[in-house]
């Protein structure tokens, strides 16, 4: 009875949060500060890192504040058709059929809040779509079944992106969420996301950066993505992209610029195999393709 309470209470308490808008997840862990990740009794969306998902929160508010109207209005119409008109207390029903002004209220009330919800709609799908002034660009590839980050406008490196099993998890991370190099990023700069696939079709999801876009096989698409503060941001590949879909988590990891730019001078030594030679670099396709010493098919090397 104590455990049904606390959770009660803790999904109440939960529920107000995101009702409030502000699921603030922020947690110490491990010696970072964590933003963006999944909480226990965790409701509504992702605290935000980002301009992206404020723009996101700001607009699931409002639908769910329309919907509440909605719900309270049709719930009590029809407790007082309940009330009202049972067989007791009006015995000779109305052989009304048509009501024109009726009707046409009933027609035109609907449509205005389609159009109050599609303006703000089609107004975030616009500023999702593509980063204006983007700082860097990074481009996204989703393999079966890992991810490869590379920085074309930082020496063209590119590193691979595995999960951590349970068995090596330090205390304090997050189990089905780590990996063994995250993505890193700037804090407060913009960054182009290019992502691409090379087998199946992947997602590039990371919920409290706002960020979704598919990886297709020969195809590049474009969004974007900026963290506001210093922080790690979890995320993962939401496209079932066959049985090992889990091995595809996502660690974005937001430092100050300073900071980033060190982290650049050392991975362009550590990953100083992957960078293409001078005549690949000015083929498309070879960029598009495997990051050549760093990549093992995970399948074959793990279970
Ligand atoms: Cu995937």
Redesign the pocket.
Known sequence: MRLLKGRLAAFIGGAAASLAGAGAAVAQQAGHTTIGAPVPWGMGLQASGGPIKDAISDFNALVFWIIVAITIFVGLLLAWCVYRYSEKRNPTPSQTSHNTPLEIAWTVIPVLILVVIAIPSFRLIYYQDRARDADLTISVT?H??YWNYRFPDHGNFAFDSRPIFDEDLRPGQLRNLEVDEPLVIPAGRTVRILTNGVD????FFVPSLGVQKY?IPGRALETWLRADRPGVYYGQ??????VN?W??PIVVRAVPPEEFEQWVGQARTRFASSIPSASATENPVALAAPAGATTLNLASAQR
Not at 200 to 203: D, G, K, T
Request: aromatic share 12%; net charge neutral; proline share 0%.
């Open positions: 989703g079966q079944w199946v079709i992947h997602s990886t590949c939401n496209q079932i992209c066959g879909h091995f595809m």
